[in-house]
């Protein structure tokens, strides 16, 4: 059972401050990695896709990929009220199949 | 509109019937999946469409549920003889299939309850 493993949270930051999450992946011959944030009762939103070892910056967003380690990072600078949500890591098996974590829930308290 | 677009958006239905939900894809992309998500429960992968083919049904849960697509767009999910641990939301989403790894983009979902 190919398996993506995330803490449950709630990860509580301040705004303003860097929230880093975690999530770590059992197929070791997985090449494709996504983050999605998902609002209470909506959609899972893609907020980055990261493929290569090594960080990938857009804007307030970073995602880190070590392959060696099988572990996906998302850090959030600069946390807002409005980044309160679970964040879900997914990767790719098979050709397109993802298999999600169960997601890490984000509180940024004002 | 430009996004994934499902229906219906909510479903309530009695055990024992049968239901359609369906998913209209992005235009353009050719590739279209479709996830569960139960209370507390990660999304779990149903069935992926390439074209009007399903190269991958590995996670569909038992032969109650079916899929199909036609003309390379609209997908239909099917449950037949509904249970009540079928209650979850339905989520499809859709991309584009130049290469593995495409960003796959998801709908509102269908939010089904069995009573």
């Known amino acids: ?110 | 509109g430009a996004g994934v677009s499902q229906s219906p958006s909510n479903k309530v239905t009695e055990k024992g019937k049968d239901v359609e939900l369906r998913c209209d894809p992005i235009s353009g992309h050719t590739a279209l999946y479709w996830y569960r998500q139960s209370l507390g429960q990660g999304l779990e992968f149903l069935i992926y469409f390439q074209g009007n083919s399903a190269p991958d049904k590995s996670g569909l849960p038992s032969d109650r549920f079916s899929a199909e697509r036609t003309g390379g767009s609209v997908s239909t999910l099917t449950i037949q003889r509904t249970q009540q641990e079928d209650s979850a939301v339905y989520l499809c989403a859709s991309s584009l299939l130049l290469k593995r790894g495409q960003p796959q983009h998801f709908g509102d979902g269908t939010r089904l309850s069995i009573l």
């Open chain 1, 1 to 110: 059972q190919k398996e993506v493993e995330q803490n449950s949270g709630p990860l509580s930051v301040p705004e303003g401050a860097i929230a880093s999450l975690n999530c770590t992946y059992s197929d070791r011959g997985s090449q494709s990695f996504f983050w999605y944030r998902q609002y209470s009762g909506k959609s899972p939103e893609l907020i980055m896709s990261i493929y290569s070892n090594g960080d990938k910056e857009d804007g307030r967003f970073t995602a880190q990929l070590n392959k060696a380690s099988q572990y996906v990072s998302l850090l959030i600078r600069d946390s807002q009220p409005s980044d309160s949500a679970t964040y879900l890591c997914a990767m790719l098996t098979g050709f397109q199949k993802l298999v999600f974590g169960t997601g890490t829930r984000l509180l940024v308290s004002p």
